[in-house]
């Protein structure tokens, strides 16, 4: 009964591979979020989608695709993985009349080698 | 910039003790919310206060805004052992895009 739910939890790759985070939301929210959290904890938000819709992309490298099917899901697809690109990724639900009340996922340690 | 910033960066009590925050952010704001992140989890939310709003009451919690200071605290009362965590304000502007920008968080310990 998970209400934000994320995988996988870990993530060790080698840099240059492509790799996807998947993220599900059971709480009926119309808006999903991806955000980054680097090693001294610096949460940044990369993307939006409203709807299936994206409305913010925060100058993330065009390496970061996210790709919503639905509103209940918001998957990250990385490619040419970087040395820069570990950190714990969070998904995030919120509903858009809710004054961004955000439910977040318990994260993905992504580790590039 | 919008992003807010937790003072102390560090913070250390014994049980029993209040523990108290503080968030600086650049903007006017809609709201602002309080966050809390266990070592290895996610992001929980604690509370949330409007810009017309100055202060909010949540069991142990208590939050102040003072919006033209640009700066809200966070009391945490009679904390317990299972109080340590990472404290996070977060904002989101006033006619801006719709996002919550995170500041950079203040660790509480709380020593049993």
């Known amino acids: 009964d998970t209400a934000v739910s994320q995988t996988p939890k870990y993530l060790v790759t080698q840099m240059g591979n492509d790799k996807s985070i998947k993220c599900e939301q059971n709480l009926g929210h119309d808006t999903m979020y991806w955000y980054k959290q680097d090693s001294k904890k610096f949460l940044k938000i990369m993307f939006s989608?409203?709807?299936?819709?994206?409305?913010i992309n925060e100058t993330v490298p065009n390496r970061f695709s996210p790709k919503s099917p639905d509103k209940a899901h918001l998957n990250l697809h990385i490619n040419s993985l970087e040395l820069g690109d570990s950190a714990v990724y969070f998904c995030a639900s919120s509903q858009k009349s809710d004054n961004l009340k955000l439910f977040f996922g318990s994260g993905t340690q992504l580790s590039v080698l | 910039s919008q992003q807010g910033e937790e003072d102390p960066q560090a913070l250390s009590i014994q049980e029993g003790e209040n523990a108290t925050m503080n968030c600086s952010y650049k903007t006017s704001i809609n709201n602002l919310q309080w966050y809390r992140q266990n070592s290895g989890r996610g992001l929980v939310h604690l509370i949330l206060i409007r810009s017309n709003e100055r202060e909010k009451h949540s069991g142990r919690l208590r939050v102040t805004l003072d919006t033209s200071k640009k700066s809200s605290s966070l009391l945490i009362t009679a904390s317990r052992a299972a109080d340590t965590a990472s404290y996070f304000c977060a904002t989101s502007a006033r006619g801006g895009s719709e996002k919550l920008v995170f500041g950079k968080g203040t660790k509480l310990t709380v020593n049993p």
């Open positions: 989608y409203n709807n299936k819709e994206l409305i």
